[in-house]
T-cell receptor
Framework: AAGVIQSPRHLIKEKRETATLKCYPIPRHDTVYWYQQGPGQDPQFLISFYEKMQSDKGSIPDRFSAQQFSDYHSELNMSSLELGDSALYFC????????????FGPGTRLTVL | AQTVTQSQPEMSVQEAETVTLSCTYDTSESDYYLFWYKQPPSRQMILVIRQEAYKQQNATENRFSVNFQKAAKSFSLKISDSQLGDAAMYFCASPNTGANSKLTFGKGITLSVRP
């Protein structure tokens, strides 16, 4: 079965640079979520989209923005990167009516130097 | 807001034995889902099992089963016949209020399996 696809899998950036993370949800899924997981921590919710509209927002810095496109893929844009942004970023997708079951992609490991 | 508590940071089990991972949660909802996710060293988040709160029967997926106590707001994961590949971080998670809601995770428990 098709899974959530994330690209790139690894990304190394310098401080103050910009990064763009991409997510391709499972086909037919209508909701996309972004989570950030620091070392030794549990995933923290950043933002979600339902049918291409922002549906919820967590502790996402103002330097970050995201959107979902007409083909349902989503992008997380991160500007003015800081050392503390180094983390694993997950995208997950779900289908309304399937019990909020979220399926996660493999993650993008971002390292800010 | 949802709260999910995993009070045991680490556990160890002998290969082929059974282990139970504990989780408690707090919610004001009457109908909801609960999940266990596994995160192996590759750090992929893998759905292990889910429980629908309105169902009396505990969910089972092969060697994985849950002990769901709705009144006590307890949601434990039992792993039978433990295998070396079960070694991982396990997270208990609960959606917030409403459909398509964000997940709130517990702090996780690191499970090691002794050969």
């Amino acid at each position: 079965a098709a899974g959530v696809i994330q690209s790139p899998r690894h990304l190394i950036k310098e401080k103050r640079e910009t990064a763009t993370l991409k997510c391709y949800p499972i086909p037919r899924h209508d909701t996309v979520y972004w989570y950030q997981q620091g070392p030794g921590q549990d995933p923290q919710f950043l933002i979600s989209f339902y049918e291409k509209m922002q549906s919820d927002k967590g502790s996402i810095p103002d330097r970050f923005s995201a959107q979902q496109f007409s083909d349902y893929h989503s992008e997380l844009n991160m500007s003015s990167l800081e050392l503390g942004d180094s983390a694993l970023y997950f995208c997950a997708s779900s289908l309304a009516g399937e019990g909020d079951t979220q399926y996660f992609g493999p993650g993008t490991r971002l390292t800010v130097l | 807001a949802q709260t999910v508590t995993q009070s045991q940071p680490e556990m160890s089990v002998q290969e082929a034995e059974t282990v139970t991972l504990s989780c408690t949660y707090d919610t004001s909802e009457s109908d909801y889902y609960l999940f266990w996710y596994k995160q192996p060293p590759s750090r992929q988040m893998i759905l292990v099992i889910r429980q629908e709160a309105y169902k009396q029967q505990n969910a089972t997926e092969n060697r994985f089963s849950v002990n769901f106590q709705k009144a006590a707001k307890s949601f434990s994961l039992k792993i039978s016949d433990s295998q070396l590949g079960d070694a991982a971080m396990y997270f208990c998670a609960s959606p917030n209020t409403g459909a398509n809601s964000k997940l709130t995770f517990g702090k996780g428990i690191t499970l090691s399996v002794r050969p």
